[in-house]
């Protein structure tokens, strides 16, 4: 007997129009740290979409910004 799953398949995410970033203050004025931790791909229905995270930041705080040409 053969078990049929009657789930659609996943499509291949496409490219994320968000990366998400922890971010540390720098000190001293310096530049702050800026860390990659996930990605935002929108939804087909243009509804919301799904936040992947590889990483929590310590503060909660997570940045999202438009990614640039050569990421």
């Known amino acids: 007997m053969t078990l049929k799953r ?13 990366h998400a ?10 530049k702050g740290f800026w860390t990659r931790i996930g990605a935002f791909f ?5 509804e919301g979409g799904t936040l992947l995270l590889d990483a929590l930041p310590l ?4 940045v999202l910004r438009a990614p640039k040409d050569e990421e």
């Open 21 to 30: 970033y922890t971010v540390r203050d720098g000190k001293d004025g310096q």
């Open 6 to 18: 009657n789930t659609p398949t996943k499509p291949e995410p496409k490219s994320p129009i968000y």
């Open 42 to 46: 929108p939804h087909d229905d243009g």
């Open 59 to 62: 503060d909660g705080r997570i």
